[in-house]
T-cell receptor, first 116, second 116 residues
Framework: GESVGLHLPTLSVQEGDNSIINCAYS??????FIWYKQESGKGPQFIID?????DKRQGQRVTVLLNKTVKHLSLQIAATQPGDSAVYFC???????????????FGTGTQLKVEL | DAGITQSPRHKVTETGTPVTLRCHQT?????MYWYRQDPGHGLRLIHY???????DKGEVSDGYSVSRSKTEDFLLTLESATSSQTSVYFC???????????????FGPGTRLTVL
C-alpha cells in the first residue's frame, strides 16, 4: 500500500474482483480523510470521505475503512470495472488554515489496473 | 468537475516570462486553493483563499502570487517563470452550504504548464 508522500505502487486486478487500496497516514490528530480518483489527464475526483469518529463508511460500490490504532485507511472497490482504472490517493486533514479552510496532505497514490 | 473551470488547459512558455492561470467556479464556494502536482509528490498547496481579497501562502508559495477580486475567480501568477515551475496546476474549491461541507475539496481539470 501507499504511505502519504511515497512512490506510486500498482495494483492489478481482474474485472469483477474486489480491489483494496491502502494508505498509511502520519498524523494521529487528523480527523478527516478523503479518497480521490484521478484518471490520466484529469483532475482528482472525490470518491468518499470519512471522519475520525467512524470506522467504516459505504458508498456506491466503495467502502472506506479507518483504523486509527495503526493509522491506516483503506478503500475497497467492489466488482471492479475497467472504468475504475485510475490512480487513487488518500488525503488527510492536517490543520485548519487561517480563515477556516483546511490544509490537506495528499498521498502520491496507487495505480489501479483492471484486466479484462 | 463540480462547476470548476481552469484556463488555459495547456501552456508552453519561456523562462522569465510572466504567466497567469485562472480558476473559475460557479458553485459560490468560499474557499479556493491552488496546488501543483509533480511526479513523486502528492499535491502540494501553493496558495489559498478564504474570501474575496483574503489569501494566504501554502507550503510551496515562493515564485507565485494570487489574487481573488471576485468570489468566482482565483488567479495564480508566476511573475517570472522558471523551469522548476513546470508542473500540472490544479485549483480546488470548498465550503458550500452547511458546516460539514467545508472540509471536502473539489478539483478542477488542471492546467499543464511547461516552462522552457
Amino acid at each position: 500500500g501507499e504511505s502519504v508522500g511515497l512512490h506510486l505502487p500498482t495494483l492489478s486486478v481482474q474485472e469483477g474482483d474486489n480491489s483494496i487500496i491502502n494508505c498509511a497516514y502520519s498524523n494521529s490528530a487528523s480527523d478527516y480523510f478523503i479518497w480521490y480518483k484521478q484518471e490520466s489527464g484529469k483532475g482528482p475526483q472525490f470518491i468518499i470521505d470519512i471522519r475520525s469518529n467512524m470506522d467504516k463508511r459505504q458508498g456506491q460500490r466503495v467502502t472506506v475503512l479507518l483504523n486509527k490504532t495503526v493509522k491506516h485507511l483503506s478503500l475497497q472497490i467492489a466488482a471492479t470495472q475497467p472504468g475504475d482504472s485510475a490512480v487513487y490517493f488518500c488525503a488527510e486533514k492536517v490543520e485548519v488554515l487561517t480563515g477556516g479552510g483546511n490544509k490537506l496532505t495528499f498521498g502520491t497514490g496507487t495505480q489501479l489496473k483492471v484486466e479484462l | 468537475d463540480a462547476g470548476i473551470t481552469q484556463s488555459p488547459r495547456h501552456k508552453v512558455t519561456e523562462t522569465g516570462t510572466p504567466v497567469t492561470l485562472r480558476c473559475h467556479q460557479t458553485e459560490n464556494h468560499r474557499y479556493m486553493y491552488w496546488y501543483r502536482q509533480d511526479p513523486g509528490h502528492g499535491l502540494r498547496l501553493i496558495h489559498y483563499s478564504y474570501g474575496v481579497k483574503d489569501t494566504d501562502k501554502g507550503e510551496v508559495s515562493d515564485g507565485y502570487s494570487v489574487s481573488r477580486s471576485k468570489t468566482e475567480d482565483f488567479l495564480l501568477t508566476l511573475e517570472s517563470a522558471t523551469s522548476s515551475q513546470t508542473s500540472v496546476y490544479f485549483c480546488a474549491i470548498a465550503g458550500g452550504a452547511g458546516p460539514l461541507v467545508t472540509d471536502t475539496q473539489y478539483f478542477g481539470p488542471g492546467t499543464r504548464l511547461t516552462v522552457l
